[in-house]
């Protein structure tokens, strides 16, 4: 049998390869996502990777990063920015304006607004960080086990979730916090988790519904793959995401939570230092030496709004409705 021409050959080779490369790249559209995702070298990133690169691109996001990381960063060292103690006060000093060396001026106790403006970031963070933190693992773990299984756990979960949905939450935090003497943050933040679970465990729900869906589940169920392979592998890292977009938002209401809680007299109680705390004791003064109320309430707005900011430039990133 004669050889084909060089030429021909060549030609034969190059559309074969062609088809090839076509093949492999519509393989890897239909596994890894749209091409136009890609990098210049062909491979397709991820969710999690084009999220990043959207958000290094928001300024909504490097703006309210940056005032996250300040606040982090005094709730664990305050002594960076304020010398003094938020403890020391000289009534001689009491409700005294701005003076050299002390900004904020002094509250009704004759003690440094400014520091205590500082020193109670460490407070209102950690309710926040660790109440967030507690109401997502709880909430993430339990809507996702009634989402993957369904049945009877998904509607015991559900009829559990409605019953803690119909308690006021400033009215919950009014009866249960009464009855708990320690002035801590941990009793604020247990209530918080158990009152912000069912939101939480809600989304994890319906979004883990929504990727059983899919047919990547399917074929990995054909494949032999068990129920917990599934959920761990390819279930849960594809619905993370609404639960993380939710639990950033909620950081910033837990935060204001707090606060509310400890000016109503519920909350963080003395000898802790809190935004709250001064907030309430600056409320009947407030005519007399507006300092007092300005300063805290400032902190408190800032810290809010930085991380419902950086909630919603998370949200934007990880929804692909968005896009």
């Not at 210049?40 to 084009?50: E, H, I, N, T, V």
């Not at 904020?104 to 106790?109: A, E, P």
């Not at 979004?207 to 392979?229: E, F, N």
Request: glycine share 12%; with cysteine; net charge neutral.
């Amino acid at each position: 049998m004669p050889e084909p021409d060089p030429l021909e050959k060549e030609t034969i080779t190059s559309v074969g390869g062609g088809a090839m490369t076509l093949a492999t790249s519509d393989a890897e559209t239909l596994e890894g996502g749209p091409i136009p995702g890609g990098t210049q070298s062909g491979k397709a990133r991820s969710l999690w990777s084009d999220a990043w690169h959207d958000l290094l691109r928001s300024s909504v996001f490097v703006l309210s990063a940056l005032v996250i990381v300040f606040l982090v960063v005094i709730a664990i060292r305050p002594s960076l920015i304020a010398s003094g103690n938020p403890l020391s006060c000289d009534l001689a000093k009491a409700q005294e304006g701005s003076q050299p060396g002390h900004p904020f001026g002094y509250d009704t106790q004759g003690c440094d607004v400014y520091t205590r403006v500082v020193y109670g970031a460490r407070a209102s963070i950690t309710v926040g960080v660790c109440a967030t933190a507690g109401a997502a693992l709880l909430g993430g773990v339990l809507g996702g086990l009634a989402g993957f299984f369904g049945g009877w756990w998904d509607a015991l979960l559900s009829r559990l979730a409605d019953v803690f949905f119909g308690i006021p939450i400033i009215l919950g935090g009014l009866v249960f916090l009464s009855m708990v003497t320690s002035g801590s943050v941990w009793p604020v933040v247990g209530f918080i988790v158990l009152l912000g679970w069912p939101q939480i465990s809600r989304i994890a729900r319906g979004s883990v519904v929504g990727a059983k869906q899919h047919d990547y589940v399917a074929a990995a169920r054909a494949l032999g793959a068990g129920g917990t392979r599934l959920l761990l592998r390819h279930i849960a890292p594809n619905a993370v995401a609404p639960v993380i977009v939710v639990a950033t938002i909620a950081l910033g209401t837990y935060i204001a939570l707090e606060a509310t809680l400890s000016f109503l007299g519920v909350g963080l109680k003395p000898p802790t230092v809190s935004w709250g705390i001064d907030i309430s004791n600056a409320s009947n003064q407030i005519r007399n030496a507006p300092h007092m109320l300005l300063w805290p309430a400032g902190a408190l707005s800032l810290t809010v709004l930085a991380f419902i900011m950086l909630g919603d430039a998370v949200r934007d990133a990880l929804d692909p409705k968005l896009r």
